[in-house]
């Protein structure tokens, strides 16, 4: 009984993780007449992460480009937009505070992402979006980038605006928030991680690192 009363903080806080409510409009379909791209050969599925009970479809958000962001202000960077990456690969990350045990874990991968490719073209991108009961304090956030040891640029979603608009709404199984798109040279989504742990040297980490580099080789267009 005692084991069991222990485990229930921790249910809960990984519970924390996850979002409470049903979720934003897919993201609009790729212009008429063009084709999404293909997978480059030998590449890994266009989604990873999530859970067997999760929504895996990602049909009109891998292929097309994303709704603008409307996020701010923004650490470590001037404010940045998809058209400001353009020729860039990105990966765009939504995390919270510390206390969210998916986005401790997954720090470690987003750093080594960014420290292994950012000279070769990768640009990571932090997204935070607020879930602790206090208010939302942009000092406070500094102070978690400087726990994650985030050093690529991060902005605030105001009340998930930007993840609403992106991945959320009207997908009530797209369940974590703790989402990842991975965007060409063009502008488009070519692969989604969908949310939880993302750790480095494990077999999914190695499918996003792989997706990284298949476009990082991509000539540009």
Same mark, same amino acid.
């Given at each position: 009984?005692?084991?069991?009363?222990?485990?229930?903080?921790?249910?809960?806080?990984?519970?924390?993780?996850?979002?409470?409510?049903?979720?934003?409009?897919?993201?609009?379909?790729?212009?008429?007449?063009?084709?999404?791209?293909?997978?480059?050969?030998?590449?890994?599925?266009?989604?990873?992460?999530?859970?067997?009970?999760?929504?895996?479809?990602?049909?009109?958000?891998?292929?097309?480009?994303?709704?603008?962001?409307?996020?701010?202000?923004?650490?470590?960077?001037?404010?940045?937009?998809?058209?400001?990456?353009?020729?860039?690969?990105?990966?765009?990350?939504?995390?919270?505070?510390?206390?969210?045990?998916?986005?401790?874990?997954?720090?470690?991968?987003?750093?080594?992402?960014? =420290?292994?490719?950012?000279?070769?073209?990768? #640009? @990571?991108? /932090?997204?935070?979006?607020?879930?602790?009961? +206090? $208010?939302?304090?942009?000092?406070?956030?500094?102070?978690?980038?400087?726990?994650?040891?985030?050093?690529?640029?991060?902005?605030?979603?105001?009340?998930?605006?930007?993840?609403?608009?992106?991945?959320?709404?009207?997908?009530?199984?797209?369940?974590?928030?703790?989402?990842?798109?991975?965007?060409?040279?063009?502008?488009?989504?070519?692969?989604?991680?969908?949310?939880?742990?993302? =750790?480095?040297?494990?077999?999914?980490?190695? #499918? @996003?690192? /792989?997706?990284?580099?298949?476009?990082?080789? +991509? $000539?540009?267009?």
């Amino acid at each position: 009984m005692l084991a069991r009363l222990l485990l229930l903080p921790l249910a809960a806080l990984a519970l924390a993780c996850a979002s409470p409510e049903p979720a934003p409009a897919a993201a609009p379909a790729a212009p008429q007449g063009s084709a999404a791209p293909a997978a480059p050969q030998g590449s890994a599925a266009l989604t990873s992460g999530g859970g067997p009970g999760f929504d895996h479809d990602v049909s009109g958000v891998v292929g097309a480009p994303p709704p603008a962001w409307d996020v701010g202000p923004w650490y470590n960077s001037p404010p940045l937009t998809p058209v400001d990456l353009r020729g860039k690969v990105v990966l765009v990350r939504w995390f919270m505070s510390p206390s969210c045990p998916f986005c401790s874990a997954t720090a470690p991968a987003l750093k080594a992402l960014d =420290e292994r490719y950012r000279t070769r073209g990768l #640009v @990571v991108v /932090g997204m935070y979006h607020h879930k602790d009961p +206090e $208010p939302l304090d942009p000092e406070a956030v500094k102070g978690y980038l400087a726990h994650f040891g985030y050093r690529f640029p991060v902005a605030i979603d105001p009340d998930w605006r930007t993840l609403k608009r992106w991945w959320i709404d009207g997908h009530p199984k797209r369940e974590y928030t703790s989402v990842s798109f991975l965007l060409d040279r063009t502008g488009l989504v070519r692969h989604v991680h969908l949310g939880g742990k993302l =750790e480095p040297a494990t077999p999914e980490f190695a #499918v @996003v690192e /792989g997706r990284v580099r298949a476009l990082l080789d +991509e $000539p540009a267009r």
